[in-house]
Each structure stands twice: as C-alpha cells, then as structure tokens.
T-cell receptor, first 115, second 111 residues
Framework: GAVVSQHPSRVICKSGTSVKIECRSL??????MFWYRQFPKQSLMLMAT?????????EQGVEKDKFLINHASLTLSTLTVTSAHPEDSSFYIC???????????FGPGTRLTVT | GEDVEQSLFLSVREGDSSVINCTYT??????LYWYKQEPGAGLQLLTY?????DMKQDQRLTVLLNKKDKHLSLRIADTQTGDSAIYFC???????????FGAGTRLAVHP
C-alpha cells in the first residue's frame, strides 16, 4: 500500500526555537497534504490543508505565522513550528491524498516536546 | 456544521465480536472511514465504505452503514489482543477535501 513518512519521529526543542517536520509520500504523488494535531487521548484536529504549489488553507484558530506550511513538490510538505512554546508540545500527524485515487494515507506522526 | 460522534470506550473478551458505533451529521458525505491507531503511532486505514453501500465485509471486519440514520458501525469478529487500539471513524466533507474525525473509541481486549 501507499506509504507516507514523517521526519523526525520525535523531537525535543527549547522554547523560542523553530522546528521543521517533513512529510513525504513515498510511492505516489500527493496533490494535497493535510496537517493534524493530536492531543493526548483526543481526536485529530485538522490544522491546515496544503496544495502543491499554492498557499496552505488554515483552519479557524490556527495561526498561519506560527505554523508555516510549505508544499514545494508533489511528494513533500513541511510544517515549521516557529518560536515554539511548551503549549505547542503535541503529536503532529500528516496525511497525503493520492491525486489519482483520492485516498488519504497517514504518516506515523511526530512527537514534539518543547521544554 | 460537520460532527462525528463515537462512544469513547469498549471492553470485550478475546474471541468475542466487537461493535464500534459512530454517528455523523453531514448527509452529503460520500465516503466514511474507519482508522486504527496504536499507541504512539499514526493512523492506519482499516476500511472504508461508499455512501451508496449498506455493508462492506473485509475478512474479520464488517462495516454497516445506515444512511437514513447517519449511523456507521464497525464489527470486528473474533477479536484478538492485537486489536486493542483506538478506532476512529471519519467522514469526508467539503467536496473530497477534509476528513472529519470522531473522538475515537478505545477498544480494550481482555483474556
């Protein structure tokens, strides 16, 4: 089946620094990628939708200047958490939608801890 | 707006069947999904059903869809300890754009 990878799987950073998370579709082209955030024992909250070559669409309440999303190619999207704070600590999951089948495949997630 | 609801917890004995229920509100949803999440991991697509179907069976998994009541269920036959996980139902909303997830049902399988 289709595979989506995320890197890194875990990251610890200091408050005030920026962290970049990569999401790659390994064997298909993803015209659309989604970024989710998941708090412990809670559901996934959609943060933003990114389409290759255009600006991301952010959900209400998500700060676009804080969570920078770049979808530079059909296989790569990045999420940069700028000036991270402890409250940004969370599990970030991306998904990629196959441009041919429209099925969504999820990455394994990135655990971000801000100290 | 769109909303998906699930019961939060289900406990079953190994070998029994598990039934996880879900209700949704968007009647225009074309696809409904079941995902499995194990601790510390991403989501694994288990199965999905197109909105013009009533039932879909895939090995131990049976999905039932009652479109009139906007009710979706996932039945796992012969539940095993490896089935212990959180199960999310989700609907497509916004013209194939967004997946709307339920809160997830934590399935615990005991001997």
């Amino acid at each position: 089946g289709a595979v989506v990878s995320q890197h890194p799987s875990r990251v610890i950073c200091k408050s005030g620094t920026s962290v970049k998370i990569e999401c790659r579709s390994l064997d298909f082209q993803a015209t659309t990628m989604f970024w989710y955030r998941q708090f412990p024992k809670q559901s996934l909250m959609l943060m933003a939708t990114s389409n290759e070559g255009s600006k991301a669409t952010y959900e209400q309440g998500v700060e676009k200047d804080k969570f920078l999303i770049n979808h530079a190619s059909l296989t790569l999207s990045t999420l940069t958490v700028t000036s991270a704070h402890p409250e940004d600590s969370s599990f970030y999951i991306c998904s990629a939608r196959d441009g041919t089948t429209y099925e969504q495949y999820f990455g394994p997630g990135t655990r971000l801890t801000v100290t | 707006g769109e909303d998906v609801e699930q019961s939060l917890f289900l406990s079953v004995r190994e070998g029994d069947s598990s039934v996880i229920n879900c209700t949704y509100t968007d009647s225009s949803s074309t696809y409904l999904y079941w995902y499995k999440q194990e601790p510390g991991a991403g989501l694994q697509l288990l199965t999905y059903i197109f909105s013009n179907m009533d039932m879909k069976q895939d090995q131990r998994l049976t999905v039932l869809l009652n479109k009139k009541d906007k009710h979706l269920s996932l039945r796992i036959a012969d539940t095993q300890t490896g089935d212990s996980a959180i199960y999310f139902c989700a609907e497509i909303s916004g013209g194939y754009n967004k997946l709307i997830f339920g809160a997830g049902t934590r399935l615990a399988v005991h001997p």
